[in-house]
């Protein structure tokens, strides 16, 4: 009987210390908002790289040629945080580009000399604006610190990036988006899809489905309460 009774106050002891390790996993899971947007930068970075490679590659102007290996460069570094944070919080990560991503890297793969500079420029035009605003939501409507944070370290390079991307764009004699004070696309601004169709750009924090480099970056809801 001794025996039994040690051996359910081991158990018990087990259980007890579980309790504290179980909740301080639940305590860590992101929300939806956080995990989508994990999910949908680390799309964002996997066009960049293959985007940037073919910059390199197939650009006509020097100044594609070495934009697109800037931001191969800075993607490649960014999706190791991306990757760091998604292991650490548990998140599955997507293995390819989305569809219409792809999409726009067949059109690349098809395009050659200005009509590829031209296609190139203004789709990373169209991807970084959303990007931009995606990042600014989570900066404010994230709720896992690490994400956040995350957040807040992409958003001066997604804003570098589209800086460079105007100033190329200006000397290509590509539209650009319309954009506040602040260099940042302004809310209702139009912003070049690829293939030279404007498309609305929302404002930032708003629920919508918004294009991203050739395709579409997916701003997730705030989580419910």
């Given at each position: ?103 726009v890297i067949d059109q690349l793969n098809n395009a050659s000399g200005e009509e590829f500079d031209r296609l190139w420029v203004t789709s ?102």
């Amino acid at each position: 009987m001794l025996g039994i009774k040690r051996l359910g106050l081991l158990a018990a002891l087990v259980l007890v210390g579980m309790a504290p390790a179980a909740a301080a996993q639940a305590a860590v899971q992101p929300s939806q908002q956080d995990t989508q947007y994990l999910q949908a930068l680390h799309q964002v970075n996997l066009f960049e790289i293959t985007a940037g490679d073919l910059a390199q590659q197939k650009g006509q102007d020097q100044g594609v040629k070495d934009l697109g290996a800037r931001l191969k460069t800075d993607h490649t570094q960014l999706d190791q945080t991306v990757q760091q944070t998604a292991s650490q919080l548990g998140v599955e990560l997507p293995a390819d580009p989305t569809a219409d991503q792809q999409s726009v890297i067949d059109q690349l793969n098809n395009a050659s000399g200005e009509e590829f500079d031209r296609l190139w420029v203004t789709s990373e035009l169209a991807g970084h604006v959303q990007a931009i605003q995606a990042t600014q939501t989570e900066i404010s409507q994230g709720s896992e610190q690490s994400v956040v944070q995350l957040a807040q370290t992409a958003l001066p390079t997604l804003q570098a990036h589209y800086d460079a991307l105007v100033q190329l764009a200006e000397q290509l004699g590509i539209p650009v988006p319309q954009t506040s004070a602040s260099g940042t696309p302004s809310p209702g601004g139009t912003t070049p899809a690829p293939g030279g169709t404007s498309t609305e750009t929302p404002a930032p924090g708003g629920t919508t489905e918004s294009p991203a480099p050739g395709g579409t970056f997916e701003t997730p809801a705030p989580a419910q309460s």
